[in-house]
């Protein structure tokens, strides 16, 4: 495959495209879905996050953005450890500044010791971040979401 690159209304010449997919293409969001589906259903298998039931429910995922959920601390580690491996096994890349940690349900002392790894990046817990556009807090989640939408629409 090669593609050229049009700047400033001049066109440069072929070059080939030896990893990645163009993005908007056509065949993009097919080949992303046939490399995350691998990555999922080996999280599942694993037996690993969170279930309801004997549901497995531990990656919630909409298009590149994907949550791991667990309530337990070496879980949430063999998952991320079982992610980053296959980014790396096929050449994908993590975006260590959108990786965040959102800890439910533990004390102030629990989750002030807490942190995670991917690869040589260490993630923290943080009080809040955005799935999907909706903000996941570790208190008072609907106060977080009301002043968030307010604010969102004062600004129009």
């Not at 072929?14 to 995350?36: A, D, E, M, N």
């Not at 979401?145 to 307010?150: F, K, P, Q, S, Y």
């Amino acid at each position: 495959m090669s593609s050229k690159i049009k700047w400033k209304g001049e066109i440069s010449d072929k070059f080939p495209i030896q990893q990645g997919v163009r993005q908007g293409g056509v065949l993009s969001t097919h080949l992303y879905k046939v490399y995350i589906n691998n990555v999922l259903n080996e999280l599942m298998k694993s037996r690993v996050g969170m279930k309801i039931g004997n549901i497995y429910t531990g990656t919630p995922t909409c298009a590149d953005d994907i949550a791991l959920l667990s309530d337990d601390i070496e879980e949430l580690q063999i998952m991320l450890n079982t992610v980053l491996r296959n980014a790396k096994q096929d050449r994908v890349t993590i975006h260590p500044t959108k990786t965040n940690a959102v800890i439910i349900n533990k004390g102030k002392t629990v989750r002030k010791n807490l942190q995670w790894n991917l690869g040589t990046t260490c993630i923290t817990p943080t009080n809040q971040t955005k799935h999907l556009g909706i903000i996941r807090a570790e208190i008072k989640e609907n106060n977080i979401i009301v002043e968030d939408r307010l604010a969102g629409h004062s600004t129009l």
